[in-house]
């Protein structure tokens, strides 16, 4: 079993459709947890860090269970910009030679 | 700001040849990392640097060796390409290690044959 699993996809959605993915962790011990976004043959950038308390920024949710071990990211009103993959990361500890665990990502399609 | 810069883009090999794959970033980052992605496992962890002078393995680093040659620089080595090397691998910058946001470099497709 993977540390950290996403449902790989690929979601088609319509545009201005809400669209929401979870991602699990099996480390209870994951520190800190953070969504990035991957366009086609591009590399990952930064879309938001996922806080305990739950994180908005503008159309972009982000929610932390940790006593189900999961993070989720809503997206609203979807725009045709938005199709991406969507990698989930879990940052696991300082004591662990492999800190930083990628998710294979989840796909996500929006349709005009 | 270029930010983080990789050469080559593509490269083929054949089994038994070496490579180095360069890394150079500008944002003054202390810490730097090379992975790899293969389709269905994510991106993989080979090695990283946490600061200038040192470096440690990470997930995936059999086949692998690396350099931090000054703060700018981290190159990676293949010393004798396997199939099983065939790969994009991506370099990656950050602050601090333990900071929220790594910046990627474009990425190097490597094929061998």
């Known amino acids: 079993r993977k540390e950290v699993e996403q449902d790989p996809g690929p979601f088609n959605v319509p545009e201005g459709a809400t669209v929401a993915f979870n991602c699990t962790y099996s480390?209870?011990?994951?520190?800190?947890f953070f969504w990035y976004r991957q366009d086609c043959r591009k590399e990952p950038k930064l879309l938001m860090s996922?806080?305990?308390s739950g994180n908005e920024d503008g159309r972009f949710t982000a929610q932390l269970n940790r006593a189900s071990q999961y993070i989720s990211l809503l997206i609203r009103d979807s725009k045709l910009s938005d199709s991406a993959t969507y990698l989930c990361?879990?940052?696991?500890?300082?004591?662990?030679?492999?800190?930083?665990?990628f998710g294979s990502g989840t796909r996500l399609s929006i349709r005009p | 700001n270029a930010g983080v810069t990789q050469t080559p883009k593509f490269q083929v090999l054949k089994t038994g040849q070496s490579m180095t794959l360069q890394c150079a970033q500008d944002?003054?980052?202390?810490?730097m990392y090379w992975y790899r992605q293969d389709p269905g496992m994510g991106l993989r962890l080979i090695y990283y640097?946490?600061?200038?002078?040192?470096?440690d393995k990470g997930e995936v680093p059999n086949g692998y060796n690396v350099s931090r040659l000054n703060k700018r620089e981290f190159s990676l080595r293949l010393e004798s390409a396997a199939p099983s090397q065939t790969s994009v691998y991506f370099c990656?910058?950050?602050?601090?290690?333990?900071?929220?946001?790594?910046?990627f470099g474009p990425g190097t497709r490597l094929t061998v044959l």
């Open positions: 990361v879990v940052f696991r500890g300082y004591s662990s030679a492999s800190k930083i665990i």
């Open positions: 944002m003054n980052h202390n810490s």
């Open positions: 640097s946490a600061s200038e002078g040192t470096t």
């Open positions: 990656a910058s950050s602050e601090v290690q333990e900071d929220n946001e790594q910046f």
């Open positions: 480390n209870s011990a994951s520190q800190s």
């Open positions: 996922v806080y305990s």
